[in-house]
């Protein structure tokens, strides 16, 4: 069965970096779209990044993250490194992988999703 295991996570003071992994297995990355979320404390998940790795394409949520983290893949491993780490970075990061090829992840759409690993910034 799909897993998708992450980990990178910790904490780190403002300004800091962090390298997110996301090892998933099962599941083709590289055939397909997937992505990196977050959910804040009492808030909503919400989508980061995704990156297409067939099409060749990388997109961010805003310009509050572009710039500052970078989406790559390696064979099935998916990667968020993530620079100039501010305090409301502060979350649990997942990623996710549709469960059917073709789309990408969306915050509400039917996903492989991992447990997350927790980044704390302060």
């Known amino acids: 069965h799909v897993q998708l295991v992450e980990s990178g996570g910790g904490s780190v003071q403002s300004g800091g970096s962090l390298r997110l992994s996301c090892v998933a297995s099962e599941y083709t990355v590289a055939d397909g779209c997937v992505g990196w979320f977050r959910q804040a404390p009492g808030k909503d998940r919400y989508w980061v990044a995704a990156?297409?790795?067939?099409?060749?394409?990388t997109t961010y949520a805003d310009d509050f993250v572009k710039g500052r983290f970078d989406i790559s893949q390696e064979k099935n491993i998916l990667y968020l490194l993530m620079n100039n780490l501010r305090d409301e970075d502060t979350a649990m990061y997942y990623c996710a992988a549709p469960r059917r090829y073709g789309i990408c992840p969306a915050a509400n759409g039917e996903n492989y999703w991992g447990q997350g690993t927790q980044v704390t910034v302060s």
């Open positions: 990156i297409y790795p067939s099409g060749g394409s």
